[in-house]
């Protein structure tokens, strides 16, 4: 079909749902970075810190479950944070093919300040919103993400 058959009004990038979320993801993404580099971290890693947080070891099933990205994502973010010495893997007592993971003990005691840098940026983004509007605005994207892996 030639694109020029049938005129096409596009929407403003502001306009776009889409284009506004992920340019905010984009935004939270670099701000998050900054701020975790400190610890070692980089934003890709937060679901598994986030997972992982309550000391409960997962296995990387469960962490990709968790994080809902695909396996091979996971394997190789497992891998970096094990490399940096951030997470650790043991046998799994019932199933000797798989490994729980859980926080090193370096990682588990920046969890205080990982959990800080982290309000710090969410604060920030919600800096201009009233505590109405920024519970709304979470969930609409609730409302939006079930929306969207409803339909897989």
Excluded: C
């Excluded at 889409?18 to 980089?42: H, I, K, Q, S, T």
């Excluded at 019932?94 to 990682?107: E, H, K, P, T, Y």
């Excluded at 005691?109 to 800080?116: K, S, T, V, W």
């Amino acid at each position: 079909m030639n694109i020029n058959s049938k005129p096409y009004k596009w929407q403003s990038r502001e306009q776009s749902l889409g284009y506004m979320v992920n340019w905010a993801a984009r935004l939270f993404a670099r701000e998050m970075d900054e701020a975790l580099r400190p610890f070692g971290l980089m934003s890709g890693q937060l679901p598994v810190i986030f997972a992982l947080a309550d000391g409960k070891p997962q296995s990387q099933r469960e962490l990709v479950r968790l994080a809902a990205v695909e396996q091979s994502t996971m394997a190789k973010t497992l891998a970096r944070m094990e490399r940096d010495g951030l997470i650790q893997r043991a046998p799994d007592p019932n199933d000797r093919r798989s490994a729980l993971i859980s926080l090193s003990s370096s990682a588990a005691d920046r969890l205080p300040d990982i959990a800080a840098a982290v309000a710090a940026i969410n604060a920030r983004s919600h800096m201009h919103l009233s505590a109405e509007n920024s519970e709304l605005l979470l969930n609409l994207l609730r409302g939006v993400i079930n929306g969207l892996t409803n339909n897989e």
